[in-house]
């Protein structure tokens, strides 16, 4: 049974929205991360920013579907998904909802992504890719069904639990050496060589960067540079402090190197990118301030 699940709501002239929060089972340690119900009613589509979390998630529609561009790379088609499923990213993804949505996000440890889904992790990296081709048309729609049959955010957790208890078929102990090195790069922040991970394992260098790719998606360097991207967020968002600061405390080289590599990521520049996530401009979602996950750096896209 789903344990404490923390429902918030809102309503303004801009429409009204829900959100809950809740946390997987214990048999699920080291798989899920947590799971995070959404609502969202207004009157007029909405379109938002979210950058890239460091965890690759399952998203379950139970509503319409959202449509998902790269907000670095406009020029590229976007995709329309009700249920679907976004790898470890190093760069940001725009989303639009036709001012109904409704859904269940599950955050995934990289090592849960490659359990559960069934995938290299290599093959989700920088992707979004229909649910139905990851996990099946079946188990989707059953999944989607439920979901929409159970009228609580608890009662819809347990559901999930009990779906992904079933695929958790690979012993976490198989994960535990990359794990070891994924936890000591997004802990320190900042680059650790991997020859120097790989002698802690007692691996090769070569044996370490396939485990990365076929476990998690991304290099140790790249998820390296990812981690310092979102300290960098954490304090752009929640500090406020002079650019020129915050580039040198977060390893950069300059504010140079800083702008350029937020553009890469987002599209946007630092200012830009405040004014529109505060509801200054075009991205302000349902007039609400944006904001960011404390561990995990995380932009909401619907609240």
């Not at 119900?37 to 379109?47: D, E, M, N």
């Not at 579907?65 to 993804?93: D, K, M, Q, Y």
Request: hydrophobic letters at 40%; glycine letters at 8%.
């Amino acid at each position: 049974m789903a344990g404490h699940v923390d429902v918030r709501r809102g309503a303004g002239s801009f429409g009204r929205w829900e959100t809950a929060i809740g946390h997987p089972a214990p048999r699920l340690d080291g798989f899920v991360v947590r799971y995070r119900g959404f609502r969202v009613l207004t009157a007029v589509p909405r379109s938002r920013m979210e950058v890239p979390v460091g965890l690759p998630c399952v998203v379950f529609g139970i509503d319409d579907p959202l449509t998902l561009t790269e907000a670095a790379s406009p020029e590229i088609p976007p995709v329309r998904h009700r249920s679907f499923v976004v790898g470890l990213r190093t760069n940001s993804l725009r989303g639009t909802h036709n001012g109904r949505v409704h859904g269940i996000e599950v955050m995934l440890t990289p090592f849960g992504a490659h359990a559960l889904l069934g995938h290299s992790m290599v093959e989700l990296a920088n992707a979004v890719v229909d649910a139905d081709d990851v996990l099946g048309p079946k188990p989707v729609a059953l999944i989607e069904e439920q979901l929409a049959q159970t009228p609580t955010w608890a009662a819809r957790f347990d559901v999930l639990d009990e779906f992904f208890t079933h695929r958790a078929q690979v012993a976490a102990s198989a994960f535990a050496p990359v794990r070891h090195a994924w936890s000591r790069l997004e802990r320190d922040m900042r680059a650790v060589p991997s020859g120097r991970l790989a002698d802690e394992l007692g691996w090769s260098q070569r044996r370490l960067e396939l485990a990365f790719r076929q476990q998690i998606g991304l290099s140790p360097a790249t998820i390296a540079r990812m981690a310092r991207f979102r300290w960098a967020m954490r304090l752009l968002v929640g500090q406020q402090i002079p650019l020129t600061e915050l580039a040198v405390r977060c390893g950069y080289y300059d504010q140079s190197h800083f702008n350029r590599e937020f553009r890469s990521v987002t599209g946007t520049t630092p200012i830009r990118y405040l004014c529109d996530s505060r509801g200054d401009g075009p991205d302000g979602d349902l007039g609400q301030p944006a904001r960011i996950d404390a561990r995990y750096a995380k932009l909401s896209l619907l609240a």
